[in-house]
């Protein structure tokens, strides 16, 4: 019986074939847990054993709010510190988790656990990374393997050339729209198709990312010519065979959903929930004042997001009365942006350059919001009180839209402004 | 008592990203539903249940959510569906999360758990007070026996 992708990478770390449905316990290439959920997990941790499984399989990033913003999180850091030290684990401050995890660890056809919720970004490399809470993150360190229900599947085919002002964002929002914020509960995401084949790795972790806000355990593109490039790019010598882990033409999925884009415009989400999606074009005409613009995240603040944004920002200056915030990735992007001028120009603009990390998607510090704020922001989520004050309003769009949006001080379609 | 809650409830509300900086479970138990539903912590009793719609538990992968309800006292959360991260997290630490009908559920009325109509392994780990101190009992090994033959 024919396999899909994922159902191939399960089997691969469990030693014989398994499908959709199946228990089972799977070796782990690498456990990644960051600077609030690996504090939860070295207590429970030290409960079952003294020494992690392989040091050089455990990756800590601290990047949801670092530098410590307060004494509660430099606690935290500090107790995560001890424990890195007694074991032995560098701890990296480069960015957001899933950004550096891509840019330097994960491989097509890898098993990785992650103790966030965003952890789905990197299957847009051909990997299964699945996010968990710590208590699983912390047998994981101690085992190196995590017990399993392999998923069923969803294919999402996608065709058609994206029009100018769109970008994978607009695309995922669209989706989103469809699926709703449990459309893809228990469920791996596999997309294909003309148009996610066109996108550069980057764009694809922008898919793979915000399939999490659908539910998905995991999202997934089958790893090709352009993945071997972005690896090849970063250092990791790949070659592309698509025999070994392309899903089979007979695997069995649970539906397979087709989508056109061609026509899509840009999109944006209305809080509080990732489904409330209209087209910037629409919400547009409602005039909706922005108190902040924020930039970043492991959904969108690669160097070809701050190309896009550079460009608007070079024909236009920043509306005075938004706070524009810009988060680089991670310190690879940073670099990049550094070399292009960028920084020094976004800079001059009056826009606001963050560490890169999280930055302010988590309201936890750099950019939290108030009562009645509006923010238009390239992150993931837009709950009630995700980056502040339970009274605030998030709305998600792409990079473009934010900075259309910075630039007018309302909620702006970019096309205009390209 | 039954403290309801609709659907798509996610983690920022349950344990908000400002709050859970801590590890302590006392300290989670104050801030859990802080902003959404400012009372409950203040009022909610051992043995009380959750009961909600659709999605309970989604978003962020925080653990402190569940930690947050079981310090409470929770008895059970009976959802009509669980987000995936949530539901693990449940298993794990031993917390009761029940999938089943609640649209008719009230606030005072009295619910019985039939526990053979839970999935075996949430029983197991909720006997046991979740899944470390089962395996701090027997050892890392019995990992396989739990999963696999449970």
Known sequence: MGQTIAEKIFSQHVGKKIYAGDFAIAKLDLVMAHDTTCAWAIDPFYEIAKKVWDKKKIFIPFDHAFPAPNVQMAKLQSKIRKFAREQGIPITTDGVCHQIMSERFINPGNLILGADSHSPTGGGLGALTIGVGSTDAAIAMATGTCWFRVPQTIRINIKGKLKKGVFSKDVILMIAKKFGPEGGNYRVLEYDGETVRNFSVPARLTLTNMSAEMGAKAAIIEPDEETEKYLKENQRPYIFDKKSLWSDEDAVYEKVMNFDVSDLTPQIAEPPDIDRVKTVEDVEKKKIKVDQVFIGSCTNCRIGDLDVVYKMFQKNDLNPNVRTIITPASKLVFLQALAKGYIEFFTKKNAIILTPGCGPCLGRHGGVLYDNEVCVSTSNRNFTGRMGSPKALIYLASPATAAASAITGYITDPGKYL | ?150
């Open chain 2, 1 to 150: 008592m039954n403290w309801i809650f609709g659907n798509n409830i996610n983690t920022d509300l349950i344990t908000p990203g400002r709050y859970n900086i801590t590890t302590d479970a006392k300290e989670l138990a104050k801030i859990a539903f802080i902003e959404h539903r400012p009372n409950f912590a203040k009022t909610v009793k051992k043995d009380d249940f959750i009961i909600a719609g659709n999605n309970f538990g989604c978003g962020s992968s925080r653990e402190t959510a569940v930690t947050a309800l079981k310090a409470c006292g929770i008895k059970a959360i009976i959802a009509k569906s669980f987000a995936r991260i949530f539901y693990r997290n449940c298993i794990n630490q031993g917390l009761l999360a029940i999938v089943g009908e609640t649209k008719n559920i009230g606030p005072n009325d009295k619910i019985k758990i039939d526990i053979k109509n839970v999935p075996p392994l949430m029983t197991k780990l909720y006997e046991t007070g979740g899944i470390i101190p089962y395996l701090k009992k027997n050892g890392l090994d019995s990992l396989k026996k739990l999963f696999l033959k449970t």
